[in-house]
């Protein structure tokens, strides 16, 4: 009984940790950051919190043709394309608003796998896709349910990182990692990700200079690279410990987190409109399981539930 609470209490850690990231984006970008420069210092840290866990337990990172592949759609469709999305929606659109999309992974998850042959029709699923379905209606509808009905028009634009997630966790899922584990597999893609990044950070214009003195948007951007690693390599750690059925329920905590903290930290408050969606959204995501073998790479912000957001 006491393993059970102390997995339990990790869990509620591990979701306060992802549901951090969404308020720290929110800081970034409203403090003038842009999206490329802030992905490539996410990759960047990343990379070295990862490198080192890779160090420590003793892993090489492969670097044959097949695996470099890996790292470079991981990077594309787990990181880049996801984040330049919901990085700029995060500029229009309350951070509570957007970690209750985000928990529309599984949602888009589940045609995916459907149109890729790895999945079979479920009623039950299906009721599932149609509550998150509903639950985006409510926030897009009532012209109370946002605090300025013109942020409508980035709901579709934070849309996008999800159904990325959601690619990214299908592929996995049917193609498999190569034989690396998800450390591995996450620590390649950020260094890979990194070399993509940097020109369009520096081409755009969107470099962010890493010199002091650093304001609370440096901390913001640092702040999102090393809790994801960190709470990453905890997820990992809960998937060998308590399975990835039981590791994968942190999908829920990771949306509730982020609206606490978006409360908690920004001071948003939200309508009746987007708390009805929100719990359509967790109906949909209780009915929306992900398969024990489809968590694997991560939860909300990895693999099935959401792919991965280094």
């Not at 403090?31 to 996410?42: A, E, V």
């Not at 990085?87 to 796998?113: E, N």
């Not at 409510?138 to 013109?150: F, Q």
């Not at 200079?209 to 640092?222: I, N, S, Y």
């Amino acid at each position: 009984m006491s393993e059970r609470v102390g997995l339990v209490l990790a869990l509620v850690v591990l979701g306060a940790g992802w549901g951090l990231t969404q308020p720290l984006a929110k800081i970034a970008v409203t403090g003038g950051y842009r999206h490329f420069g802030m992905i490539f210092w996410q990759l960047a840290i990343g990379a070295v919190a990862l490198g080192a866990l890779c160090l420590a337990r003793g892993r090489r990172l492969p670097l044959g043709p097949r695996h470099l592949k890996l790292y470079a759609l991981v990077a594309l469709i787990g990181t880049i394309l996801p984040n330049s999305a919901s990085y700029q929606a995060a500029g229009h659109l309350p951070a509570g608003v957007i970690s209750i999309l985000i928990s529309l992974v599984p949602m888009f998850a589940f045609p995916v796998a459907l149109a890729l042959g790895i999945d079979r029709v479920s009623w039950l699923r299906l009721a599932g896709l149609s509550a998150g379905l509903l639950g985006v209606v409510l926030l897009v509808a009532p012209e109370t349910s946002l605090p300025d009905p013109a942020m409508i028009l980035w709901v579709p634009v934070a849309l996008v990182a999800p159904f990325f997630y959601a690619l990214e966790g299908n592929y996995v899922a049917r193609w498999g990692t190569e034989g690396l584990d998800a450390i591995q597999t996450l620590f390649g893609a950020s260094v890979i990700g990194c070399a993509l990044a940097l020109p369009l950070a520096v081409g755009s214009g969107q470099w962010i200079d890493p010199r002091p003195p650093w304001e609370l948007r440096d901390l913001a951007v640092a702040g999102i690279a090393v809790v994801h690693a960190g709470v990453y390599a905890g997820y990992v750690w809960m998937v060998g410990r308590a399975g990835a059925v039981f590791a994968a329920q942190v999908s829920y905590l990771v949306t509730l987190w982020g609206i606490v903290w978006a409360k908690l930290i920004l001071g948003e408050s939200y309508s009746g409109w987007v708390w009805g969606a929100l719990a359509l959204m967790m109906v949909g995501l209780f009915l929306v399981q992900p398969r024990p073998r489809g968590a694997a790479l991560a939860p909300v912000l990895p693999v099935e539930q959401t792919g991965r957001r280094a």
